[in-house]
């Protein structure tokens, strides 16, 4: 090994210093100086420049040497090193370097550095004089192999590699992925890093690699915000043949429907019926009634209750009799329900049925009546929809919460009767709340919740994908995303279907992703009839990759999901519904970065 000079890396020769290793006087042989230790090297011997004392960062003649000594052992992946195991071999891409001068005119350059296996900090103390040299061989995005020593940093307490031998460049090992299908698809779920704490690139990165692929467009929908549009506009020039789609991924409120379902403007001291029911799961479609409680309440005072045991004809799951103490001796002296049901809408009458959540417990009614081929029409009040307007301050508004707010008692709540009673109560002095607002009746009950922007706030929300169709969309995006910001934030920028109706024109509206509309009422065996409703309203459906939604299977909280295959067949359903309403169905992906060593980045932040 030679030392190689800053000019060139070619040591000179010349005859005075080839006679000077000759034997002198007295036998010696003055053998060369090189190589003797790396701190403080060549500080004061000549370069072989006369008066140049400047020694390079580099010991070795070969030109990819970039710094210290030349070195051919192989390199391990950096997911192996995860102690200190002595000196190492790695190779990985440059992603970060930064510089601390520290005293002594000496600065500490950390190189950071990955394989995509894993990443680790490089760190070497250089003279200042050398600095400009180290920088003009090693920067950011760069590719190397270096050898060095691993140890446990005592500064940052985090496994490092110091002591660096050497590092050499080397050719870029990773693979770049192409898209090779004849015919390129268009991505119409993108996001970029502008969605906050999720997704990870740059809109400019995706664009480039969306047009290197050969597709024709993409879709920027970031969460909540179009902050990503100016860059992507400086991206893409007017002339290329490419187009950037310009949307947002919504969070759609359904202000549309009434506090009171299919209301005859009846009397608010007219009869109702205030009632609960416990089941065996939150299907209607899969899961029975175990439990029927119900109140009626007649000119704001209660004149009548009905309770009784259901028998389902299947064993209660532990998870229920343990939430609500019923257990299948209970249930299995009362008869099934196609007998007490029957009794229950009999003891209804032409009363308005109320319950907290009532679409729960009236979507069980439905589908029981559908069942036994009896009329499924009713008109019904939902006493959450209620307490939203009524009671704006409260931040959850769960049966025992709106109880507790307006000092009512609830004893063995999750019990039918018992929670029938609460609501009953609760209702009975919502009923006296409208009348001191002169609300009378369920027309001017309508009225009342109309456009409400605290209600909407409460509201539960669902991802829409809302693209602009051309200038005049794009406006109207603009205008309901500001809307969304100023008037109806709550935990997330809200778009009221009220105020998307208003401003449609030039709009195209997706069903979007698993937090859609249309993905959790399948996923919630929601009736034909209301699936029928959610697909009119959307332009089109989307269906997006297995991986998207794997989280689902095993999930305590999902039980509809428990293999791929029920992710295929949800899948699907979505596709039939698109025929038979004549909807496009589009395959997205949803992308959130853009590569698959990428997705760490994202599932760090998403953990934050």
């Not at 015919?183 to 906050?196: A, F, G, N, P, Q």
């Not at 409120?253 to 019926?273: A, T």
């Not at 689902?552 to 949800?570: A, F, H, P, Q, W």
């Not at 496009?584 to 970065?593: G, N, Q, R, S």
């Amino acid at each position: 090994e030679t030392i190689s000079p800053v000019s060139d890396g070619i040591k000179p020769v010349d005859a005075g210093k080839t006679a000077a290793a000759k034997p002198q006087s007295g036998g010696k042989t003055e053998k060369p100086q090189l190589n003797k230790g790396r701190k403080g090297w060549g500080r004061d011997k000549d370069s072989g420049f006369g008066e140049d004392r400047k020694f390079s960062v580099k010991r070795s003649n070969n030109p990819d040497v970039l710094y210290g000594r030349d070195f051919e052992d192989e390199p391990i992946p950096l997911e192996q090193i995860v102690e200190e195991m002595g000196e190492v071999t790695v190779r990985g891409k440059i992603l970060n370097m930064e510089e601390r001068e520290l005293r002594g005119a000496r600065t500490i350059v950390t190189l950071t550095v990955s394989d995509f296996t894993d990443t680790i900090h490089i760190k070497m103390f250089t003279r200042n004089e050398q600095l400009e040299e180290l920088r003009s061989k090693i920067s950011a995005g760069g590719f190397v192999k270096l050898k060095g020593m691993t140890t446990l940093d005592r500064f940052d307490h985090e496994l490092t590699i110091s002591s660096v031998v050497g590092i050499k460049k080397i050719a870029d090992f990773t693979t770049s992925r192409m898209d090779y299908s004849y015919k390129k698809r268009v991505e119409l779920h993108c996001h970029t890093k502008m969605s906050d704490m999720d997704g990870v690139t740059d809109a400019s990165v995706l664009l480039k690699r969306a047009k290197a692929w050969g597709m024709p467009a993409l879709a920027i929908t970031d969460h909540g915000c179009v902050q990503a549009f100016t860059e992507a506009s400086h991206t893409i020039s007017k002339d290329e043949d490419f187009k950037v789609i310009y949307g947002v991924e919504g969070y759609l409120v359904d202000d549309l429907k009434e506090l009171v379902e299919n209301s005859k403007g009846q009397s608010l001291d007219d009869p109702y019926v205030v009632f609960d029911l416990e089941t065996t799961g939150l299907s209607a479609v899969n899961n029975k009634i175990i439990e029927i409680g119900a109140v009626k309440v007649e000119k704001g005072v209660i004149t009548d209750k009905f309770s009784t045991f259901v028998n389902p004809d299947v064993p209660i799951p532990f998870d229920i009799e343990k939430l609500t103490s019923i257990n299948d001796a209970m249930v299995l002296p009362y008869p099934k329900i196609d007998v007490i049901l029957p009794q229950f809408l009999e003891f209804v009458g032409d009363g308005v049925l109320v319950a907290h959540n009532a679409g729960f417990d009236v979507g069980f009614i439905e589908q029981n009546c559908r069942s036994l081929g009896l009329s499924d029409e009713f008109v019904y009040l939902d006493t959450v929809a209620l307490a939203r307007v009524l009671l704006p301050t409260l931040s959850k508004y769960k049966l025992n919460i709106v109880a507790k707010a307006l000092n009512i008692s609830l004893e063995n709540h999750h019990r039918a009767v018992d929670d029938a009673g609460a609501t009953a109560e609760i209702f009975v002095k919502f009923i006296d709340m409208l009348k001191e607002r002169e609300i009378y009746d369920l027309k001017g009950l309508n009225h009342f919740g109309e456009h409400n922007a605290d209600s909407i706030r409460k509201l539960p929300s669902y991802h829409a994908i809302i693209l602009a169709r051309n200038d005049i969309g794009r406006t109207n995006l603009y205008t309901l995303v500001s809307k969304s910001h100023l008037e109806y934030f709550g935990r997330q920028p809200r778009i009221p279907k009220s105020e998307f109706s208003k401003y449609r024109e030039g709009l195209i509206l997706g069903s979007a992703c698993e937090a859609g509309e249309l993905y959790q009422a399948i996923l919630n065996d929601k009736s034909e009839e209301r699936i029928a409703r959610i697909v009119d309203y959307y332009d089109y459906l989307e269906v997006q990759p297995l991986g998207n939604n794997k989280f689902m299977i095993g999930s305590d909280r999902i039980t509809k999901v428990n293999s791929e295959e029920d992710l295929r067949e949800i899948n699907r359903k979505i596709i039939k519904l698109g025929e038979k309403f004549n909807k496009p169905v589009v395959a997205t992906c949803d992308v959130h970065f853009l590569d698959p060593e990428d997705e760490v980045y994202r599932r760090i932040i998403m953990t934050g």
